[in-house]
């Protein structure tokens, strides 16, 4: 059984940085497609981007386009969430999510991990 753990999060200024990771247990992540969402305090679970096999999509967000990464390091049975330039609209709780493949839409995914909090203030 696949097993998700987010970490990397925290406080940030704006205009920071930070990275946050995905490890996987149980099963190789290359078998799956990886997502990151975002949920803000009363709002709904947004999908952030997506990477499958090498491929990453991170332009499910406008706003994080040019700004978010996703990469794999298959060494680590881990992709990271590359975030720069971060804004306060960017606080929310991030969620890794793994399924057979990407998709915007959360429900289209059975494996989450727990979530870590990003906040971004001055």
Sequence with gaps: QLQLVESGGGLVQPGGSLRLSCAAAGEPLTNYALAWFRQAPGKEREGVGCI???????????TAKGRFTISRDTSQNT????????????????YCAADTSCSAFPNRYFYWG???QVSVAS
């Design 52 to 62: 499958t096999g090498n491929t990453a999509i991170t332009n499910w967000i406008p």
């Design 114 to 116: 727990r979530g870590t």
């Design 79 to 94: 992709v990271h969430l590359q975030m720069k330039s971060l804004e306060p609209e960017d606080t929310a709780t991030y």
